[in-house]
């Protein structure tokens, strides 16, 4: 599966129709709210344009060449022009307020989504991830969101109804060449914007792609903190962040001088509007074919039109990028897992758990296969081991039948049934696994021992950790169970680590455990003892063991010996060591060393 990249950001009409398609859906579910919104705008833009219109008839009430003078402004247009602009105002307020719970509730709803369909995708794909930018591209997507509602409902639509109320007043007040010079600015505006921006989107294109670049690097460079240390390779990584922050900053000054370039542009072609129109208001009321107050009217109108109007070609420009972000997500959404549960899917429902491996086959490349036909059975409440030297594929026969991959040809099953036809969730909440690499959340090592089921009793937590002899280190803690573990669990040493991933596998109790070299960073004392443990919890349970060290596996019912992806030897430990085969050098070669680092001390 090919990592989502951020190497090209849409900027054509189709993929923003494809984006806006894909939003509908959610806008749709809170129609209502966005209805009332929308009628609460309108409501506000009537009022706003009734303003000006007032405040006409105030100054030509007060203009003292009018024929028709009054002294006192009739106290009904001051009335009228207060409550108008109270009106405008609370519209608006009230257009934000029935708005928000569906912008908000939107952001939540698809953020979720968007984490559950990561957590769907296969393990492929999060190997093949640059961390750093997809999380950049779910962060810009999601908040894209916010600003898209935003820019759509508090200037695109509010500028287009504006307009259209200006220009019916416009058409029906005054000389057509009003409304035609108004109307022509806009239409060039517009048109003007729309090119420039599209022209320019490049350079922000380049942005997004280099600050997903850095930010990238960055996390790279923080979550490898130890290592960059051992290396003392500090100036190395700040010189990659640098260079990265240098590309960065360049499509930066791109962008801001080719935005300045569209500001310009757009102002020169209101100056020339405004200026044409005011010329002919001017030229009308010296004329005697218009008033002071028609003046100030016309006046306001093209204000309260071209100051949004002037704040454009900034909205098209991010209504484009927020498009672009948001297309980013969707291809997110796009990706799909290359294991999914048939339709329709049985649960694995089973008293029995037989587990047998019918010629599995498996390749991560095609050209370089990994397993080549492994047959062998472990029966229920039985203890089987695979052992082998690094790379002869036993961690991979813990991934298949957790399914995080699926085999090139032959099956798995549980009681005769082939765990391709199970649910995930039934296949993976029947097996517990300690995992080679263990990795904790940044929380506390009870939550983290928790996390297997976040139902249990502290005095089941407390039995599991025991059962991995960690409970009496974690009560010399300070903070005891409550101690915050940092980022992937920094602050435990592998051992440490390995010994809460244990009891995290303990306390979910399982029907089936897998140790994938789950005591290679103890040391022998602590081996000894939870290998003691396990093998008391190993009668209750189908066991597989996958480990490096032939000394844990001694008591296991039958040890798969692997070589190159093939079975070469199993049996028990006492018939292959009689045997004097693979197994039996092994053996020799893990107690010579055995010897030879216990002599050494």
């Not at 090209?8 to 129609?31: F, T």
């Not at 999380?135 to 600003?147: A, K, P, Q, V």
């Not at 000389?175 to 109307?183: E, N, Q, R, V």
């Not at 010996?561 to 039996?584: C, K, M, P, W």
Request: net charge neutral.
């Amino acid at each position: 599966m090919r990592p989502i990249s951020s190497t090209k950001l849409p900027a054509n009409s189709k993929e923003d129709i494809k984006s806006l398609k894909k939003l509908a859906p959610y806008i749709w579910k809170y129609r209502y709210r966005t209805l009332f919104a929308l009628l609460s705008l309108i409501l506000a833009k009537v009022a706003n344009v009734g303003v000006p219109m007032v405040f006409k008839e105030i100054v030509d009430a007060l203009d003292i060449k009018n024929p028709g003078v009054v002294l006192l402004v009739p106290l009904s247009l001051v009335l009228a022009y207060g409550l108008l602009r109270a009106g405008a105002s609370l519209f608006n307020e009230l257009r934000d307020a029935i708005f928000a719970r569906a912008r908000h509730s939107i952001m939540r709803i698809i953020s979720v989504e968007l984490l559950e369909h990561l957590h769907k995708l296969s393990l492929s794909f999060h190997l093949e991830r640059k961390t750093g930018a997809l999380t950049r591209d779910m962060e810009r997507g999601t908040s894209s969101i916010n600003s898209l509602m935003n820019l759509f409902l508090f200037n695109v639509i509010p500028t287009t109804i504006e307009i259209l109320l200006i220009a019916v007043i416009l058409l029906n007040l005054y000389d057509p060449w009003f409304a035609i010079i108004t109307f022509s600015t806009v239409l060039v505006y517009i048109v003007f914007t729309m090119l420039v921006t599209n022209w320019r989107m490049k350079f922000r294109v380049e942005m997004n792609v280099r600050d997903s670049e850095a930010s990238s690097s960055l996390l790279d460079s923080i979550i490898n903190f130890e290592t960059v240390k051992y290396f003392n390779n500090e100036k190395y990584e700040l010189n990659k962040y640098d260079e990265k922050l240098a590309k960065w900053e360049d499509s930066g000054v791109k962008s801001q001088t080719s935005m300045s370039a569209l500001n310009f542009g757009q102002a020169l072609i209101i100056a020339i509007g405004v200026t044409s129109v005011m010329y002919l208001a001017v030229k009308a009321v010296v004329e005697n074919s218009m008033t002071i107050g028609d003046l100030v009217l016309i006046n306001t109108f093209m204000l309260q039109l071209f100051i949004p109007l002037g704040f454009l070609g900034i909205v098209y420009s991010q209504v484009k990028h927020a498009l672009a972000d948001i297309h980013m997500m969707f291809k997110i959404f796009a990706e799909q897992p290359e294991i999914s549960d048939l339709e329709p899917a049985e649960a694995l429902n089973t008293k029995e758990y037989d587990i047998e491996f019918n010629d599995l086959h498996f390749a991560y490349n095609p050209a370089k296969p990994v397993l080549q036909g492994i047959n062998f059975i472990v029966p229920n409440g039985k203890k089987v081991a695979i052992v082998g030297h690094s790379g002869s594929g036993k961690s991979t026969i813990a991934k298949l039948l957790f399914r995080l991959y699926e085999p090139t040809r032959g099956a798995i099953y549980i009681n005769k049934q082939d765990i391709r036809n199970l649910t995930q969730e039934s296949l993976r909440n029947a097996i517990g696994i300690v995992p080679q690499d263990t990795v904790l959340f940044n929380d506390t090592i009870l939550n983290n021992v928790l996390y297997a089921k976040p139902e249990a009793l502290m005095e089941d937590v407390i039995n599991a950790c025991k059962n991995a002899n960690i409970h009496d280190f974690i009560e010399s803690l300070p903070d005891g169970y409550q101690t915050v573990v940092g980022e992937r669990g920094l602050k435990l040493s592998g051992g440490e680590k390995q010994r809460v991933a244990i009891a995290r596998a303990i306390l979910k109790s399982p029907e089936i455990l897998v140790f994938d070299e789950a005591t290679s960073s103890l040391d022998s004392i602590t081996e000894k003892t939870i290998l003691d443990n396990l093998s008391a919890i190993a009668k209750q349970h189908t066991t597989l063991v996958i480990a490096h060290r032939l000394s844990t596996v001694v008591d296991a019912d039958n040890i798969i010996v692997l070589d190159q992806g093939r079975i070469i030897e199993s049996g028990t430990h006492n018939n292959l060591l009689a045997a004097g085969g693979y197994y039996f050098n092994l053996w020799q070669k893990q107690q010579d060393k055995f010897l030879g680092e216990k002599y050494k001390m």
